[in-house]
C-alpha cells in the first residue's frame, strides 16, 4: 500500500519524519514503537521508519520493535537509534562512542547505487548520538562514513533495510530530503499521491463518522487553527457545528472585537460570543507557575464550554484546533518522547471530560495547516498571521496576570509589531511579542530616578515551531521599538532582546 508507518522510539523529530515524507507526497502515520506486529501488518504500509530517541539500545528499558518486523519483507529505514535498532537485533555491535558527536559532520560517500543516489560527496549531515556502531551486521554494506562515524549509514539491499546515523529529517541536513525520497521511492517502490485535497477529503469523513447526527462545539481561539477545524467540521457537519469564542482578557489589543466580526462575517460560521473576562482573571489571581496557568485557563475555558453546551442541548462532542507540536510538547502520545511543556488545549484539559474530542489537526505541522487553509479559502493575510498561544498573554507575563501587568505587556506588543510590519520584516518572522519580566530596574526619566518593569521582546524564524532560530534584527529598528515602549508604556524603563534559539530555549518564555 501507499502508506508510510513511521515507529516512534522517543525522538523530539518524529513528527518532523512524517511531516518530510507528506512533503514527498506519500501518506505517513505514526504509531508508537512496540506497536504489535497483527497491528502493522493490517496497516500493510509499503515502508516502515524507526525514528531517533534519547536511549541507548543495550539499556534495560530501551523501547525495542518486536524483532520480527525485520522478517515482514517491508522496506525499514532506521534513523540514529533506528539504525542502532536494525545492528543491535540483527547481529551487530553497538557501542558508546569515546565522545559524543552532535552538530554538523560531512558524509563521505562510499557507494551511491541505493539510499545515497544523487547525493554529493562531503554534503552536510546533522548527528546528534552518544552511541555509535562498530560492527555492521551480516549481509549489510557501509555506504558511508564521517570523520566520528565509520559506519554512517548501511544498507542490506537484499532485505530492504537500511540505516542512517544522522537525522535526514532536520533542515540542516542538506540533502536529507533527497535520502528519504530514495527510501521512499528508488528502494520501497512507492507513489508521490498525498495532498491537502486528499487530506480534506479523509478528514471530512473521519469526521462524518466520528460525529454522525450529533453536534460540535468548538472553542476559536482567533487563531488559523482553530479556524481552519472549525471550516473542515463545518465543511463535515454544517449547521450542527457551534463556534465558542471567549473573550478571556488575554488577547491582544481590540483583537476580540475584529476576530468577531470577521468570524461571522467572512467564514459564515455559527459564533456564541461569551464574555468571561474577570472569571479568568479571578481563577488567575496569585498564580505564578506557568504550569499552573496553563491547566486553570483549559479548566475555565471547558467548563464555559459545558456550559454553554447544556445550552444548546445534548452535545457530545468538543473540537479543537491541536497540532502536533502542541502533542509533542505536551506529553508523550505515540512514544516515549520528553514532556516539555502542557498546552491548554493538551495537558491542559481536566482529567474528567465530558466531552468526546474532535481534534482533526493534531497530526500536523503550522505550515500543513496554513497549506490547508488555502485549500480551504482562507485569506492570506489571515494564514500569514503569527502564531498566538492559546493561554494568550497569560504565558507572555512571567508573574502574577492581572490587568495592570496585562496592560503593560499588551501595550509593549501592540508597539513592537507596528514596528516590525513597518520594516516589512512581518512575514519574515515565524512570531514576533512582547514578554513582562517579573524584575523591576533602576532608569533615569526627566532626570528624575525610576524603578520600574522590564520588558522582553522576541523576533524569531522558524518553519514550523519544532526548532527556532533568532532573528538578527538591526540595530536601527531595536532602538526604535525600545524608545517607543518606554516612552510610552507608562511603567516600563528598560527593553531587553532575548538572542536565545530552540532548542535550547522553548519560543514561548512559559
Not at 474532535?358 to 482562507?378: I, M, N, Q, S, T
Not at 513597518?422 to 519574515?428: D, L, P, Q, S
Request: glycine residues 8%; aromatic residues 8%; proline residues 5%.
Amino acid at each position: 500500500m501507499n502508506k508510510t508507518l513511521i515507529l516512534d522510539f522517543g525522538s523530539q523529530y518524529t513528527q518532523l519524519i512524517a511531516r518530510k515524507v507528506r512533503e514527498l507526497g506519500v501518506y505517513s502515520e505514526i504509531h508508537p514503537f512496540n506497536t504489535p506486529l497483527k497491528k502493522i501488518k493490517a496497516l500493510a504500509p509499503g515502508a516502515i521508519i524507526f525514528s531517533g530517541g534519547p536511549q541507548s539500545v543495550y539499556e534495560p528499558d530501551s523501547p525495542h520493535p518486536d524483532p520480527r518486523i525485520f522478517s515482514l519483507g517491508i522496506p525499514i529505514l532506521g534513523i540514529c537509534y533506528g539504525l542502532q535498532l536494525i545492528a543491535y537485533h540483527l547481529g551487530g555491535e553497538v557501542q558508546k562512542a569515546p565522545a559524543r558527536e552532535y552538530g554538523f559532520a560531512a558524509l563521505h560517500i562510499l557507494d551511491r547505487s541505493g539510499l545515497l543516489h544523487g547525493l554529493k560527496n562531503k554534503t552536510q549531515v546533522w548527528m546528534s548520538h552518544g552511541d555509535r556502531l562498530e560492527t555492521i551486521p551480516e549481509g549489510f554494506i557501509i555506504t558511508a562514513r564521517t570523520t566520528n562515524s565509520r559506519a554512517a549509514v548501511i544498507e542490506n539491499q537484499a532485505r530492504k533495510i537500511y540505516g542512517v546515523q544522522f537525522h535526514p529529517e532536520v533542515a540542516h541536513t542538506q540533502e536529507g530530503k533527497k535520502i528519504l525520497g530514495n527510501f521512499l521511492f528508488r528502494l520501497a517502490g512507492l507513489r508521490a499521491d498525498w495532498n491537502m485535497g486528499s487530506f480534506i477529503e479523509d478528514k471530512v469523513r473521519e469526521i462524518r463518522q466520528q460525529v454522525g447526527k450529533g453536534k460540535v462545539i468548538c472553542g476559536l481561539s482567533g487563531g488559523i487553527d482553530s479556524l481552519v477545524t472549525s471550516l473542515l467540521i463545518q465543511k463535515a457537519i454544517g449547521q450542527n457545528l457551534y463556534c465558542i469564542f471567549v473573550n478571556n482578557g488575554l488577547l491582544r489589543k481590540g483583537e476580540y472585537e475584529r476576530l468577531l466580526e470577521e468570524f461571522r462575517r467572512q467564514f459564515s460560521l455559527q459564533v456564541i460570543a461569551v464574555e468571561a473576562e474577570d472569571r479568568f482573571l479571578k481563577k488567575l489571581k496569585g498564580v505564578i507557575s506557568p504550569e499552573k496557568k496553563r491547566k486553570i485557563i483549559g479548566q475555565v475555558f471547558i467548563e464555559i464550554f459545558e456550559e454553554e453546551a447544556r445550552k444548546l442541548g445534548q452535545i457530545k462532542f468538543l473540537a479543537q484546533g491541536t497540532i502536533y507540536p502542541d502533542v509533542i510538547e505536551s506529553t508523550s502520545v505515540k512514544g516515549p518522547s520528553h514532556t516539555i511543556k502542557s498546552h491548554h488545549n493538551v495537558g491542559g484539559l481536566p482529567e474528567k471530560l465530558n466531552f468526546q474530542l474532535v481534534e482533526p489537526l493534531r497530526e500536523l505541522f503550522k505550515d500543513e495547516v496554513r497549506a490547508l487553509a488555502l485549500e480551504l479559502g482562507v485569506s492570506r493575510e489571515f494564514i500569514q498571521q503569527h502564531p498566538f498561544p492559546g493561554p494568550g498573554l497569560a504565558v507572555r507575563i512571567i508573574g502574577e496576570v492581572n490587568q495592570e501587568n496585562l496592560r503593560l505587556v499588551r501595550e509593549a506588543d501592540s508597539i513592537l509589531l507596528e514596528e516590525v510590519r513597518k520594516a516589512r520584516i512581518y512575514h519574515k518572522l515565524w512570531q514576533a511579542f512582547a514578554v513582562l519580566l517579573p524584575v523591576r530596574s533602576v532608569g533615569v526619566m526627566g532626570d528624575q530616578r525610576t524603578y520600574q518593569r522590564v520588558v522582553a521582546i522576541r523576533l524569531v524564524q522558524s518553519t514550523d515551531g519544532m526548532t527556532a532560530d533568532w532573528y538578527p534584527a538591526s540595530s536601527r529598528l531595536l532602538n526604535r521599538i525600545s524608545t517607543r515602549i518606554v516612552n510610552e508604556v507608562d511603567g516600563v524603563n528598560r527593553v531587553v532582546y532575548d538572542i536565545t534559539s530552540k532548542p535550547p530555549g522553548t519560543i514561548e518564555w512559559e
